[in-house]
């Protein structure tokens, strides 16, 4: 059985560590603020006071932070990840970050003779309670096969994309996707109620067709319900996106979608939003 330590225990990260204890692995947690971890600690996880003592004697290392700012921080910091580090140890970032910054964990840990996976997941606070969340893998493959049964108590689709990197590329994509769908059932929701119908019988008739999709069925009633607290933060979404248009930048690849959906988030943490859900851009209609 793996020892495992777990970095970043936020909306999503509390859930997947959760899981973890109920398989009965023994799991030791860090997070800025020791407040957030108690439901976990009351529950069973050893808790560590330093990043350096959460690496000490794990086998498996978990981080799920907010930014990568946060993620070079705690892994390349001279009192990080690597630094207190040894071999045969592996890390696994969760966060949605850059993938140049993955590639660079990967080479920093691997002249620490550790290995690591980008592993970026989709499925909001709903996937990560119910053990369902898209895990899109980069990295070796045997290291990933080493990983994946443990990734299995959280995830139901758990794919290895390629090499270091190719996670963090492909949850840009699932992000891309989720950002002009976003415009798309606010807009729907929105046409509706101006046209004076029943929002939530319209749910019922287009969701279960062509228009379905995850956010359509999951966050259409969240925003009907005027609930837009966080499954995932804004400001965190909003970071996704502006990484997704330096990539494709990068590429010279020309995305008018990612385009006006910076836009739209932009003006909502203008406004102060940006510590709610994503489905927040419902208020921009109403």
Same mark, same amino acid.
């Given at each position: 059985?793996?020892t495992? +330590?777990?970095?970043g225990?936020g909306?999503?990260?509390a859930?997947?560590v959760?899981?973890?204890?109920?398989?009965?692995?023994p799991?030791?947690?860090?997070?800025?603020?020791?407040e957030?971890?108690?439901?976990?600690?009351?529950?069973?996880?050893?808790?560590?006071?330093?990043?350096a003592?959460?690496?000490?004697?794990?086998?498996l290392?978990?981080?799920?932070?907010g930014m990568?700012?946060?993620?070079?921080?705690i $892994?390349?910091?001279?009192?990080?990840? %690597?630094?207190?580090?040894k071999?045969?140890?592996?890390?696994?970032? *969760?966060?949605?970050? +850059?993938?140049?910054?993955?590639?660079? %964990?990967?080479?920093?840990?691997?002249?620490?003779? *550790?290995? +690591?996976?980008?592993?970026p997941?989709?499925?909001?606070?709903?996937?990560?309670?119910?053990g369902?969340?898209?895990?899109m893998?980069?990295?070796e493959?045997?290291?990933f096969?080493?990983?994946?049964p443990?990734?299995?108590?959280?995830?139901?689709?758990?794919?290895?994309?390629?090499?270091?990197?190719?996670?963090?590329?492909?949850?840009?994509?699932?992000?891309?996707?989720?950002?002009?769908?976003?415009?798309?059932?606010?807009?729907a929701l929105?046409?509706?109620?101006?046209?004076?119908?029943d929002?939530?019988?319209?749910?019922?008739?287009i969701s279960?067709?062509?228009a379905?999709?995850?956010s359509?069925?999951?966050?259409?009633?969240r925003?009907?319900?005027?609930? #837009?607290?966080?499954g995932f933060?804004t400001k965190? #979404?909003?970071?996704d &996106?502006? %990484?997704? &248009?330096?990539?494709?930048?990068?590429m010279?690849?020309?995305l008018p979608?990612?385009? &006006?959906? %910076?836009?739209?988030?932009?003006?909502?943490?203008?406004?102060? $939003?940006?510590?709610?859900?994503?489905?927040?851009? #419902?208020?921009? $209609?109403?």
């Open positions: 059985m793996k495992i +330590s777990f970095i225990t909306v999503m990260g859930s997947i959760n899981h973890l204890l109920q398989a009965g692995y799991v030791t947690v860090y997070t800025r603020t020791k957030k971890a108690e439901p976990l600690l009351a529950a069973g996880a050893k808790w560590a006071a330093t990043v003592q959460a690496v000490q004697d794990a086998e290392i978990f981080t799920m932070v990568p700012a946060d993620v070079e921080d $892994y390349l910091e001279d009192n990080g990840i %690597i630094a207190n580090g071999n045969g140890q592996i890390v696994v970032d *969760m966060t949605t970050s +850059s993938p140049a910054l993955a590639k660079k %964990i990967d080479l920093a840990a691997a002249e620490k003779g *550790m290995t +690591s996976l980008d592993a997941v989709s499925g909001g606070d709903v996937g990560a309670k119910n369902t969340l898209s895990i893998c980069g990295g493959e045997s290291v096969e080493q990983v994946k443990i990734f299995s108590l959280f995830g139901s689709q758990i794919i290895l994309q390629g090499g270091a990197g190719a996670g963090q590329h492909t949850k840009m994509s699932n992000q891309l996707a989720i950002a002009t769908n976003m415009i798309g059932v606010c807009e929105a046409y509706a109620e101006k046209a004076g119908l929002p939530e019988r319209v749910l019922e008739s279960p067709g062509a379905g999709s995850w359509l069925s999951n966050l259409g009633p925003m009907l319900a005027g609930n #837009f607290e966080p933060y965190h #979404f909003l970071k &996106l502006r %990484i997704a &248009l330096d990539e494709a930048n990068a010279k690849l020309d979608g990612l385009q &006006l959906a %910076i836009n739209l988030y932009e003006e909502l943490m203008a406004k102060g $939003y940006g510590d709610k859900g994503t489905q927040v851009l #419902f208020k921009k $209609y109403q």
